[in-house]
Nanobody, 125 residues
Framework: QVQLEESGGGLVQAGGSLRLSCAAS????????MGWFRQAPGKEREFVAA????????YYADSVKGRFTISGDNAKKTVYLQMGSLKPEDTAVYYC??????????????????WGQGTQVTVSA
């Protein structure tokens, strides 16, 4: 099993920045892709960004490209999401996820096997 713990959420004004962290523990050798998703009230969970442990390739949703940066520290098994130029529409609970396969479909919720509890990000206008 793999446990994921997010931290770093909070309240920020529009235009501001936040950095989320996700620490993985347990059988982390079984994880290949790490992702960040978010879910706003009344909406479905959506893909934000992902990174492959091997090679460090990164992927982004169009809505965050150029504003968010995902990075990972393989030694610490920690993934970060640096969020900048935040907008009120970025308000959501942000979830960290880990895939137990080197999946091609990194943006699909069902491709991920382990999930954190989520951390709230609120962006005020």
């Amino acid at each position: 099993q793999v446990q994921l713990e997010e931290s770093g959420g909070g309240l920020v004004q529009a235009g501001g920045s936040l950095r989320l962290s996700c620490a993985a523990s347990g059988r982390t050798s079984r994880t290949y892709v790490m992702g960040w998703f978010r879910q706003a009230p009344g909406k479905e969970r959506e893909f934000v960004a992902a990174i492959r442990w091997s090679g460090g390739t990164t992927y982004y949703a169009d809505s965050v490209k150029g504003r968010f940066t995902i990075s990972g520290d393989n030694a610490k098994k920690t993934v970060y999401l640096q969020m900048g130029s935040l907008k009120p529409e970025d308000t959501a609970v942000y979830y960290c996820a880990a895939a137990a396969s080197n999946t091609y479909y990194y943006s699909r919720v069902r491709e991920y096997d382990y999930w954190g509890q989520g951390t709230q990000v609120t962006v005020s206008a």
